[in-house]
């Protein structure tokens, strides 16, 4: 087995090297086009975790991105969430879609055709969350070569088709959303860090468990949040983590000793942290904090673990807070009389023991959830860790879950973008602003057609 | 990814390049035994699809094909299958059956062995569809060596063995048959068109699916033909489609101009042409026939396909005349007023468009099967898409879709093969001709055993 | 397809020359450190099948062996299994566990951790089987490095915790356990024939199935007299076989003529043989024994098989004593009338065929299992073979298979082992001796915590 540490500084060369690759071309350009601002296109998608992006952020002019998407339970979740990831990569500025598909795609084992609403619906995610241009892969659909079966934004069958009329009627749109290009997004209630050194450590071989899929455990928050209908930015942990009322730290498996002090001192001073399984483990060199896991959070969090208690494939434990635990349990022990035990194991090894603890801090507390409770656990369990910090979704009770919001904040106009989810209609109440995009019924509720986009201008100042 | 032009030339390449070896062989034979027949064993058995064996047949002096049974639910109807299609590469003249097991094979995961009767059954309906000799490999049983598991006609356990007394008895029943022997095959009513180009091009990577299986599609067609009892040829594009009432071209991906213009004249000639997804889509070079799919078919067929709606694995659809499509579906719009809509999509994407449909067109029809219905969802479909040429079974009711039934000609006889595709006893009633091979009870029904085979000679005129 | 002959061939030399490796190192040990025993740790162990340890033993001073648990539903059986064959490689006498794990592991897909009592009990049965030794992999668990997330005696939390103390346990019950070092195995009533050279051949390609599975089908036995409560030794063809009253060889595919012979002298002189499908096929050059199978032991046996009948993945077949029998059949014909039918199909291809059947002969008797009915259908099965040898469980009735029992002996004691393989508490009554670990409640009666061991001391005259 090749040695881990060496492996960590590996990919933190590659991504290294590949940076400096992109440095060359740029300076390049930068001398003989210095009015022509430089992107490169990321692929903040799915697996591609090759490049720490965050770290790439500076070196550009502004960042640009390419999304398709993957059918499956949570892939519009998904594309949101890339969508945040690459806002917060951009530090909240604009970037653009550089490469999305009208339709479907060439190179998945089965390549599903979009549903009427959804190119819109994709795109128009993508601006809620930043974009400031939307560009597909490809004009015309090629006659012949290896992509003649990548959609385009005119098909084989021509400009007569449901298709164009689409492409046509979504430039129409984003003509009408003129007033949000260069608008900021506007700092959400919640955080969720999404930090490459963790992603690349904790999925690293020779680990307790191969079945780990740390963007996985990111998303499912992220689809949690979605359910409870809470607005949560993705962000790095380069960014200001202050501004957030709840931050959510989803196996934060690499914690260096000045990340631990920062985190200490944000529950302290009243932010309500919380964070998993396999997290605060390893320093930067991935080295073991000893004396007990999680060693570098554990004063923090109040508790300590002797030994991890990875569960096999389709091995579960339940809580008795009935949510159900896969992947990783923990042999909790409560070091700190304050710390809260908010659910216990039920069945399994550690059956009666803590599942998940919150110690309160200062001003503020530190949760630990020690299993995977995915995205349908988490919702549950959400409220809990939510409360603390008073956060609650800004949408009326009837549209929670069903419709994401997103807000885009110019010099003197906030943007409300609302994505309806599901394939039904959905009204929504009590909004106020000037509806730019979206249509409303005879009361004055927006009416969100199946997978339709509405967008208010609220005036500030 | 590589050209997809270039990879299905680079397939031609590869078939020619074989084929000149084989016809550098050949033409040193010919030289130095010029009286003695030359032929090479062809593999028209499951996925061998590197020679394009219509295009090597006039190479040789006679066609000889290895079979050997995969098990799976339509073992024997693939082996019924490729008999029939190495018919069609011999254009209906006898041909040898050069490699064959008398039971279980030693290359396979697991290495069944034959049932009593398969031994006799699977040759005989070799013969049936124009075999005019059945070779095993091997003779005896070897003792040592990688194929010493391989059956043989002497096994390990030697002469005193129901094998090899079962090797006895069909030396026996092959003789009797020696009248059949150089008797051609008689033309049946429907022809499956099994295409070397489609298969190739169908199936290259960076298409809407990659789970599409060209051979499957066929031989559910012709299976879907034995449970009805309706007789069928397989044939490849060299035939002379005329003589064919239905013709039924599944996936028939590859369709250069004059293709397209000899399936129309087909249709308007008489001839009830039955087509099915992803047909007709690109020419000769796997370029695009443009302007709405199924492009080169189109017109025939009186609809306009904008967009393809592959499915999931696992997924399926519902039409409206209870039978159940997977794989593939289209977004189907009629563009001919004559052009009739047998079944409709009940469920899924296209909920309500059509999915079966059939144009009138001169004295024939062109019928289009958007989605894969499997063997048995065609075999319920199947009597709609005959009916128009009034082809029905030749077997009494009661036969149908137990017995399969093939026909050779001779210059002064017609000789009926009955092949007992069930495990019980099946009794057929009402068929002239002298009984060659099998038995008549008290009542004069031919009686098939279990697995059984008969064979009736027909006086011609 | 490779020369199968040489393939066999080519296992032994390989492990010839490893084993001329082990020769080399060793000569030059004994040359400067005569004093100091040499040994190498062997790996039986799994799947490792490279090494024929057998052939090796007598080339050390003592045998070690390494261990680790694969998580399963006969983990605890492998582990004893595997103990138990390193004695019979070890020819009775004492040897070293030289690798074994505190808890989990860090290779495997998930590596589990033990549960309480699993270290001193996974560690006791190594002793019980022979062990003079436990060692593990690692003293301190390191906190960096590939082997970082693997257990220890000293693990990342620090000596503060419930392993370490398990740890400290152990090492006091070994203190007492200080009487055992040293004495050998008591040869059980049962003998299971475990053999390298039938393993290599019996799993090579182009085979009836490549299903077949030599160690599980013997692990399977071993399960099955664990549940009866009867003890098994473990041995190879080296051991002298004459010891055992029952003789159980699982799959022995390799029967040169000469074993044939002692196989049948042992049978007649008394041993009861029970062998199984595949056995007695070939002979050293893995060259047939024509005539009909099994070759070698035809006419011990009294039967005669013209065919195998291998079955596919997730076929299964019923006998008529209601047990299921998977993977294997054979089409067997009784030749001698002294055989005895101990079970028929009473499914599949084979109804009403024999499936078991035992011939007598001289004072013994050779019986034989056609298809593999797996450790429940085995423990069914197995009172009807033992009962002509009149073999039964030592164990009280209510503790037969809930307990294991292995015996070491001494020049004046004789230790009894008993594992509790469950994970409830076991009381056993009865049993003469002292204490030396364990206890006893108010009533007199061993009390087996869950997964505890216990262990008696017997005088002997």
Chains 1, 2, 3 share one sequence.
Not at 45 to 67: C, L, Q, R
Not at 225 to 234: E, M, S, T
């Amino acid at each position: 087995h090749p040695n881990p540490t060496q492996q960590l500084d590996f990919k933190r060369f590659s991504s290294e090297a590949l940076k400096e690759y992109l440095r060359a071309e740029r300076d390049v350009l930068r001398e003989i086009t210095p009015d022509v601002p430089v992107t490169t296109n990321f692929m903040v998608m799915g697996g591609t975790k090759g490049m720490n992006y965050p770290d790439w952020a500076d070196e550009i002019d502004f960042v640009s991105n390419d999304h398709y998407v993957h059918p499956g339970p949570q892939d519009r979740d998904e594309l949101s969430f890339s969508a945040n990831l690459t806002s917060g990569i951009a530090g909240g500025r604009p970037w653009f879609l550089m490469e999305h598909s009208t339709s479907a795609v060439n190179w998945q084992p089965v390549n599903v055709a979009k549903r009427p609403g959804d190119l819109a619906r994709d795109s128009l995610l993508h601006v809620a969350h930043g974009a400031d241009a939307v560009c597909y892969f490809q004009w015309r659909q090629s006659a012949a070569g290896a992509e003649k079966y990548h959609s385009a934004m005119v098909p084989h069958a021509g400009e007569d088709s449901d298709l164009f009329r689409a492409v046509v009627a979504l430039g129409d749109t984003l003509k009408t959303l003129a007033p949000v290009a260069g608008s900021e997004r506007e700092t959400a209630p919640v955080g969720i860090v999404f930090d490459w050194e963790s992603w690349w450590a904790s999925e690293q071989d020779s680990h307790p468990t191969s079945l780990l899929d740390y963007r996985q455990e990111a998303l499912d928050w992220y689809s949690a949040l979605l359910a409870l209908g809470v607005r949560a930015d993705v962000v790095t942990t380069r960014t200001d983590l202050d501004r957030y009322r709840v931050l959510i730290t989803p196996v934060l498996h690499v914690v260096p000793a000045d990340l631990a002090k920062e985190l200490t001192r944000y529950a302290e001073n009243g932010g309500h942290l919380v964070t998993t399984y396999f997290s605060g483990i390893v320093d930067e060199n991935d080295h073991i904090w000893l004396g007990g896991y999680p060693g570098a959070l554990r004063d923090l969090l109040g508790i300590r673990i002797e030994e991890f208690g990875p569960l096999l494939a389709g091995d579960t434990v339940e809580l008795d807070d009935s949510t159900t635990g896969s992947l990783w349990t923990d042999r909790i022990t409560v070091t700190d009389p304050e710390t809260d035990v908010l659910a216990a194991y039920r069945t399994g090894a550690h059956a009666g023991r803590p599942a998940v603890t919150r110690r309160p801090t200062g001003s503020g507390s530190a949760a630990y959830v020690s299993t995977r409770l995915g995205a349908e656990g988490l919702t549950a369990l959400l409220p809990r860790l939510l409360a603390p910090a008073g956060v609650e979704s800004e949408l009326p009770g009837d549209a929670r879950g069903l419709v994401e919001t997103a807000v885009r904040r110019g010099p003197d106009s906030r943007f409300l973008f609302l994505v309806n989810r599901t394939d039904g209609t959905v009204p929504v109440t009590g909004l106020a602003g000037e509806v730019l995009v979206g249509q409303a019924d005879a009361d004055g509720a927006l009416v969100l057609h199946p997978r339709g986009v509405a967008v208010l201008r609220q005036p500030t100042a």
